[in-house]
């Protein structure tokens, strides 16, 4: 069992520091916790680049892609109750699904990305819920489910929200959140921002493409027209500029894939009680049975949308372990920490969350002021690096 120790801590605080010095940061947070317990919380900078609102803990702002984790989480909480496995077929729970030669696609496919719904033919708002669902219904998959991994950048959310609808009755996955944990757990982090928490949001802003990470594969393909990473970054479309995810007509809705809006506090208390066996309080909030499916990998390839090796569990990301049947089998790089049974999600821009269920630790991060890339930079890695000091 490895303890946070007092160096790491320094260390943490230090890195943290040094990204607004050197490393262009605005206004940001993190949240370290162990045990259940948050051990460590800073928070500096502004909500604006003109300096009149200060950043501080409480302060909220969109996290992208990190909405993911606790979609999937809901998710899986839905299926348990309902008794499915993964490897039950989608359309159990969903008849209409079964479009498009999709009869035999199983759960576990979505959660995985190996679904090969990551870009629909069909040119759909991503504001109008049942035609996005429609078109999922009768999209051809791009490949034979199961044989390929691309990530489901926008329709992940959408697959997850209908799948927790249909098996529960509620009216959004957001709304099942909040039941299951947001209310329970006290947190501050949204998939549906209520108005009353709307002055509490700040603002986030692009990150600029610089020489030296014009050349990288993924950016590359994203500003290709035609390419599977394009297409996909665009399917459902919509919301394409950064300037949208600053008003309630992005927080509102409540996009399962990259519509959840909270502080680095509300989303490590969440990845806290994951990290703790699922147990909060003495309550027990998600069986051991969905933990381990949070840390047992089900799909690692170089990604067809991503670019990279990505390697995922029930709708989280892990870090890829070396495939060279010559190495050790060590991890390829450490986005999620030391373990192996670790895992968590990045958002477009840097934000990041992860979970150490072996040691009990989970750290949050989130900021204003965004990075190129769909994968964390410096900022967020030097953080999770120093937690094993």
């Not at 990604?303 to 390697?311: E, G, K, N, T």
Request: charged share 15%; aromatic share 10%.
């Amino acid at each position: 069992m490895h303890l946070i120790t007092p160096t790491a801590k320094a260390a943490i605080t230090e890195w943290f520091e040094e990204n607004f010095r050197t490393r262009g940061e605005l206004g940001a947070s993190v949240s370290v916790w162990q045990h259940g317990v948050e051990v460590l919380s800073l928070s500096q900078g502004s909500c604006d680049r003109q300096c009149t609102r200060p950043w501080d803990a409480e302060t909220l702002v969109p996290v992208f892609s990190s909405t993911k984790a606790p979609a999937a989480v809901c998710c899986l909480m839905a299926l348990e109750e309902a008794e499915l496995p993964l490897d039950c077929a989608v359309s159990e729970v969903w008849p209409e699904f079964v479009g498009g030669g999709k009869g035999a696609m199983q759960f576990a496919h979505l959660f995985s990305h190996t679904a090969g719904l990551c870009a629909l033919d069909e040119r759909v708002p991503i504001f109008n819920y049942e035609a996005v669902i429609e078109a999922l219904e009768n999209q051809t998959p791009l490949w034979e489910p199961g044989t390929r991994q691309g990530y489901h950048a926008r329709t992940f959310g959408f697959l997850m929200d209908e799948i927790v609808r249909r098996i529960t009755g509620v009216d959004s996955l957001g709304e099942y959140f909040r039941e299951c944990f947001g209310s329970p757990m006290g947190l501050d982090f949204w998939i549906g921002l209520p108005s009353a928490q709307w002055d509490r949001v700040s603002p986030v802003y692009p990150g600029k493409i610089s020489i030296a990470n014009s050349d990288q594969p993924f950016l590359k393909a994203y500003n290709t027209a035609g390419s599977l990473t394009q297409r996909t970054f665009s399917s459902p479309f919509g919301l394409t500029a950064v300037s949208e995810y600053n008003n309630s007509g992005l927080w509102a809705p409540g996009f399962a894939s990259m519509g959840g809006v909270g502080s680095a506090r509300g989303l490590g208390k969440f990845y806290a009680m994951l990290a703790n066996g699922g147990q909060w309080n003495g309550n027990s909030l998600v069986s051991e049975s969905i933990i381990r499916q949070l840390s047992h990998t089900l799909s690692q390839e170089d990604d067809s949308v991503l670019l990279s090796p990505i390697a995922f569990a029930a709708g989280v990301m892990q870090d890829p372990l070396n495939p060279d049947p010559e190495s050790d089998g060590g991890k390829l790089r450490q986005h999620y920490g030391r373990s192996l049974t670790a895992f968590g999600h990045p958002g477009a821009g840097g934000s990041l969350s992860m979970a150490d269920p072996e040691n009990g630790i989970a750290l949050s991060y989130a900021m204003n002021q965004m990075e190129v890339g769909a994968l964390p930079g410096a900022k967020a890695l030097g953080m999770v690096e120093r937690l094993y000091w």
